[in-house]
């Protein structure tokens, strides 16, 4: 990040003050001098306000805005001049006539109080340097000025504007490749399937953070300018490197632009030269690099707070301090309230980017702080959680002679660390500036003191309230869970329906147990069937989804519709009849058959589209477990897809169904295998708005071998580890149909895209070999129970919005 060492303070008020002035020098003693180190740097080039201010600079490095008079005074004050002579010369350049009482006025009240001038007795003045909230913490200097501007010369070069050119062509050409063609499957593959590999790649890129810094006092350079300090420090709750380029300020708009942009710049020299590495190795995990070069520039042009992109709007703009124009840019919008000068330093256009910027930050500072002190308690949760498993694995890993593994195990554990710690330094900080501010502000004044400490007391009283130890409060975000903005403030305000359950939030209800039965806790789930109609009336059996659903169209199909599911059965049905738009209906479910019951299971996925530039997507997959013997076995696979009056439409129908036998109970830990699984068959079901279809049965086959594996090697319901009792065939039905000129696919990335005029017929059901079958756990329904778990989602009729998140799964926790 570029740091321009405190930023210009404004013109017409400083950072802080001493309590009390102190006597000048020229008063009653030697002429008034400079103190050691002030630098001045001149008027402020292509500045945004009406009348460009002068920057000075202290030897502390901070750089303060003055204005044109008080710089002229300042000028003046060589150590030789009388304040006679200082007020002769400052009325000569300003143009208006400056006595020398006006001169001794400015020095007492604005000159001396910033650290500008020596004092009477010609010692040096005690400053206090700027502390913004959102500033770097911890700064540790790695090379002086000297050091910096050795280091960084030979790479002034690369501003060359041909280099810049080729460099910003071979870069765009390398994000386009990488992130479009390639793709970063088979790195990331690579790196994480090696511990050594994970560290080299997080080496790289915080070396290459540090050469981003390298850029901007190389652009400084380039400039004219003369960088200062490098080195690291703590920003907002990360480590960060810094260089001090406050002398970027004596350079034009263009100048300063390129300051701020180098950083960038050297980042994409980066992420061209690992790719011709990875050209001449072949190497794909150092892919993964670029990526991260991509992410650190992206990030870097957020300007909201003091990044790169901060920097390039300040100059861009000619503001050198944003955040000091958030004051009098909101009072300015209260349209009773008189708008005060301050508000009228900035030129039109200058002060219209500057509002539009304050009405994006503010609010999103805001929301950001709230979320940070609601979210905080799961953080924590989290954070203790994953450190234990962290902690756990680096024991393991030392024990087994792996030190790889534990050097990632410890970064891990410092990065699960960092968040936590900056987030309580932050509070704190902003707690204590609030405070200390109340109490000055409201010095001498009973009555807006008492209002303050009622507020103090209300806001304390809500934290604790947020923060109080509850079932829920301090409980690990699981994976199973979004973490959506709703669900942060789960448990503060907890979501309440009519039913006591939403869709894909946690919520409350009433289940009943069998008397002497284990009931499930959170570290040891139980499946669970949860059953809530989508509008009105649900079969038995199935679980729909808990959002209001709009009005079923009517039906304009020359077929009768699907009949509802009977019990035990699963249906997803996807009716499309709105132009420019996509509908996805997902069913998923696992149904448990006792030994000697019926097993007639249906498993229907039907997609009909009547529209224009539309698609109709149903998926139903099923799993039937069986215990022991069945007489009777005959389980239905069925799907269907069908476009009627369609022009430019696709329906696509997937119904994939998988039955298995147990000779016995699950053990525990089978029980906890298929739970575990079960979670990630539903997020994928949840998501499947963004698979391509090509991928979609390939994937659920996948999820067929994972369950047969666990029944397979479960020695309960395999006995001996050996074949087990075979089961009927599992089945898949799929069927792809696009109308002539079809060409929108159903989600985002399908590659499986039919031609113009083709008609793909439905596939009639597979026949695979016959797999290993699976039981229930002792504390699953009692016997002659039949437990349907399928999990249905639907999307609303549009092609951007995605599907409505699930109700139910079948490990329910």
């Known amino acids: 990040m570029t740091t321009l060492q405190g930023g210009p303070s404004a013109p017409d008020g400083p950072p802080a003050a001493p309590a009390a002035a102190p006597e000048a020098a020229g008063t009653a003693g030697p002429p008034p ?24 600079r202290r030897a502390d490095g901070q750089t303060l805005q003055l204005t044109r008079l008080l710089y002229l005074v300042l000028e003046a004050a060589d150590g030789r001049r009388s304040l006679a002579e200082i007020a002769e010369q400052t009325s000569a350049k300003f143009g208006k006539q400056v006595s020398a009482e006006n001169v001794r006025t400015l020095i007492d009240s604005q000159l001396l109080p910033l650290g500008l001038l020596r004092l009477a007795d010609g010692s040096q003045p005690e400053v206090k340097k700027a502390d913004p909230l959102l500033g ?212 039109p256009w200058a002060r219209a980017v500057v509002t539009v910027w304050v009405l994006v930050t503010v609010p999103l500072l805001l929301f950001s702080l709230v979320s940070m002190v609601v979210a905080l308690p799961r953080i924590l949760g989290t954070a203790w959680d994953s450190g234990w498993k962290q902690q756990a694995m680096l024991a393991q890993s030392a024990a087994a002679g792996d030190f790889a593994d534990a050097a990632v195990r410890l970064l891990a554990i410092i990065c699960i660390a960092l968040p936590v710690l900056g987030i309580g330094y932050i509070l704190l900080r902003l707690g204590r500036q609030v405070l200390t501010g109340l109490w000055q502000r409201t010095r001498g004044k009973a009555v807006q003191r008492g209002i303050a400490l009622a507020a103090v007391a209300a806001v304390t009283a809500g934290l604790a309230w947020a923060w109080w130890p509850g079932s829920e409060t301090y409980r690990p975000v699981q994976p199973y869970e ?168 696709l329906t696509y129908a997937l119904a994939s169904q998988l039955v298995l036998t147990l000779d016995g109970p699950l053990s525990p830990d089978g029980m906890s295998k298929l739970n575990s699984l079960w979670q990630q068959i539903a997020e994928y079901g949840r998501n499947l708005q963004n698979v391509p279809l090509a991928e979609i049965e390939g994937t659920l086959r996948g999820f067929k071998d994972q369950i047969s594996e666990i029944i397979r090697t479960d020695p309960s319901a395999s006995p001996g580890g050996g074949t087990p009792t075979t089961a009927p065939t599992p089945s898949t039905g799929a069927g792809p149909t696009p109308s002539p000129g079809a060409t929108l696919p159903p989600s985002p990335g399908a590659t499986d895209q039919p031609a113009p005029g083709e008609t793909v017929v439905p596939a009639p059901g597979e026949t695979t070999a016959p797999e290993p079958t699976l039981a229930p756990d002792p504390s699953q329904p009692p016997t002659g129970a039949v437990e349907p778990a399928p999990v249905t989602t639907s999307a609303a009729p549009t092609d951007t919005a995605p599907p409505a998140p699930y109700g139910g799964a079948g490990a329910q926790r």
């Open 482 to 649: 979004r973490g959506t903005l709703a669900d942060i403030t789960t448990a503060v305000f907890p979501a309440a329906t009519a039913s006591g359950l939403a869709e894909g939030r946690p919520g409350r209800t009433v289940a009943l147990w069998p008397a002497g039965a284990r009931k499930p806790t959170r570290e040891q789930p139980q499946l669970s069937m949860v059953l809530v109609p989508r509008a009105g009336s649900a079969p038995q059996g199935t679980t729909e989804s808990t959002a209001p659903a709009p009005a079923a169209p009517s039906w304009v199909f020359p077929f009768d519709k699907p009949a509802p599911p009977q019990e035990g059965g699963n249906q997803s049905l996807a009716v499309n009849t709105t132009d420019g738009s996509v509908v996805y209906d997902v069913a998923f479910a696992l149904v448990w058959a006792e030994d000697g019951e019926d097993v007639r299971d249906r498993n229907e996925a039907y997609a009909f589209a009547s529209c224009k530039d539309c698609a109709a997507v149903a998926v139903g997959f099923q799993v039937v477990l069986i215990v022991g013997q069945a007489d009777v076995i005959v389980p239905e696979n069925l799907s269907a897809a069908a476009n009627y009056d369609c022009v430019r439409c």
């Open 33 to 56: 001098a400079l103190a050691d180190g002030v630098e001045l740097i001149g008027e402020s080039k292509g500045s945004g306000y009406k009348q460009p201010p002068s920057l000075v």
């Open 136 to 347: 770097m913490r911890f700064r540790y200097s790695v090379t002086d000025p000297e050091r910096t501007r050795k280091l960084t010369a030979p790479f002034a070069v690369l501003f060359n504007p041909f280099i810049v050119v080729a460099v910003t062509a071979a870069f765009l050409a390398a994000c386009w490749w990488v992130l479009l063609v390639k793709g970063l499957a088979s790195a990331t593959h690579e790196a994480f399937a090696n511990p050594g590999l994970v560290l080299l790649i997080l080496l790289v890129t915080v070396l290459s953070a540090g050469f981003h810094e390298f850029g901007h006092a190389a652009a400084a350079r380039r400039g004219g300018a003369t960088p200062g300090a490098m080195g690291t420090g703590l920003y907002l709750m990360w480590p960060a490197f810094y260089t001090d380029v406050t002398d970027s300020y004596r350079l034009g708009r263009g100048g300063r632009l390129r300051t701020d942009l180098g950083g960038l710049y050297f980042n994409a020299i980066v992420a061209v030269a690992i790719m011709g590495i990875w050209w001449a190795t072949g190497f794909d995990a150092l892919l993964l690099v670029v990526v991260t070069q991509i992410l650190q520039m992206v990030r870097q042009l957020m300007p909201m707070v003091r990044f790169d992109g901060y920097h390039i709007l300040a100059d861009a703009t000619g503001v050198p301090d944003l955040f000091q124009r958030i004051k009098p840019t909101l009072l300015a919008l209260v349209p009773w309230r008189k708008t005060a000068p301050e508000a009228q330093l900035l030129k």
